[in-house]
Nanobody, 115 residues
Framework: QVQLEESGGGLVQAGGSLRLSCAASGTIFRINGMGWYRQAPGKQRELVATITNGGRINYGESVKDRVAISRDNSKNSIFLQMNDLKFEDPAVYYC?????????WGQGTRVTVSI
């Protein structure tokens, strides 16, 4: 099993920045990649960013100019730097990891944007 714990969500002003963290634990051997998805009320879960073990990165179209994903293999962690937050960004942000074709999900961390 893989456990994922997100942190770093909260309230931020529009135009501000936020950095999310996700730490993986458990049987993390052979995790192929990790990433972030988000889900706003009444909407489907959507891709924010993913990063493979080889460092290949993929960003969602709606955020690709404002976010950056990174990883620290020594800490089994990934990070999501979000800049210029907009009113369409509030959501629960979920960390995900793929291992042997199976996705694992964290509990999510909520991001709220204020005026």
């Amino acid at each position: 099993q893989v456990q994922l714990e997100e942190s770093g969500g909260g309230l931020v002003q529009a135009g501000g920045s936020l950095r999310l963290s996700c730490a993986a634990s458990g049987t993390i051997f052979r995790i192929n990649g990790m990433g972030w998805y988000r889900q706003a009320p009444g909407k489907q879960r959507e891709l924010v960013a993913t990063i493979t073990n080889g460092g290949r990165i993929n960003y969602g179209e709606s955020v690709k100019d404002r976010v950056a994903i990174s990883r620290d293999n020594s800490k089994n962690s990934i990070f999501l730097q979000m800049n210029d937050l907009k009113f369409e960004d509030p959501a629960v942000y979920y960390c995900t990891a793929a291992k042997l074709g199976r996705p694992y999900w964290g509990q999510g961390t909520r991001v709220t944007v204020s005026i």
